[in-house]
Structure formats: structure tokens, C-alpha cells
């Protein structure tokens, strides 16, 4: 059995920025990893994602050029560095992991990933 944790929410002002990171626990040989928000009263959307070996990223048009997703190695944490931060970014943060998925693809879907986090809030104050 697999686990994924997020961690690295919180409160920010707008214009700040905050780190979050995504933990793979249990038997595994490499996953890919995508970071998705839902956001009060709407559905939740795909922000960035990253595949196995950290080679392939893709961003949301919304993040783009703000957001980086990365990780040191197959099987550490990725993270998703947030910079200028805005309000609309506001929403609870889901890491989704693929496992043993050897590919460059970056699923865009919910659909795409096994296993999901708990969830982590972000709340960006203008």
C-alpha cells in the first residue's frame, strides 16, 4: 500500500510565496506525481504535474511562469514551489501520484493518478 502526504500550506499575503511538498510512503520502485486545487464551490482543477524521473513538467496556463514543480530523485518529494501568489489561487492543494508509471506523459486528469493526499489549504489574503 502506497501513501502520498502534502504538506507546506498555510496563509500568505498576495504577491508572497509558499512551498509545498508531497511525500511517497510504502513499497514503490518511481511514481509520478500531479498537484491539483478545488477551490470553494468549484470543481477541482490540475495545476502542474511532473513524471517519473522530473525530465517531463506541465503547468496549468493559470500557474505558468509562477508555479515549478521539481524533485532531486525517482523517488523523493516533489515539490511545487508557488511564487507571486494571488487570492484566485486560494483552494486546498492535492498531490496524485502514479506509480511504477514509466512514461513522459503528464496526466492532466483526475483520472490519470491512483492514489490522492489528504489535502493541504492555501489561503492567499489580498
Known amino acids: 500500500q502506497v501513501q502520498l502526504v502534502e504538506s507546506g500550506g498555510g496563509l500568505v499575503q498576495a504577491g508572497g510565496s509558499l512551498r509545498l511538498s508531497c511525500a511517497a510512503s510504502g513499497r514503490f520502485n518511481i511514481y509520478a506525481v500531479g498537484w491539483f486545487r478545488q477551490a470553494p464551490g468549484k470543481e477541482r482543477e490540475f495545476v502542474a504535474g511532473i513524471n517519473w524521473s522530473g525530465a517531463s513538467t506541465y503547468y496549468a496556463d493559470s500557474v505558468k511562469g509562477r508555479f515549478t514543480i521539481s524533485r532531486d530523485s525517482t523517488k523523493s518529494p516533489v515539490y511545487l514551489q508557488m511564487n507571486s501568489l494571488k487570492p484566485e489561487d486560494t483552494a486546498v492543494y492535492y498531490c496524485?501520484?502514479?506509480?511504477?508509471?514509466?512514461?513522459?506523459?503528464?496526466?492532466?486528469?483526475?483520472?490519470?493518478?491512483?492514489?490522492w493526499g489528504q489535502g493541504t489549504q492555501v489561503t492567499v489574503s489580498s
Open positions: 496524485a501520484g502514479r506509480f511504477n508509471f514509466y512514461s513522459d506523459a503528464i496526466g492532466q486528469r483526475q483520472t490519470s493518478y491512483e492514489h
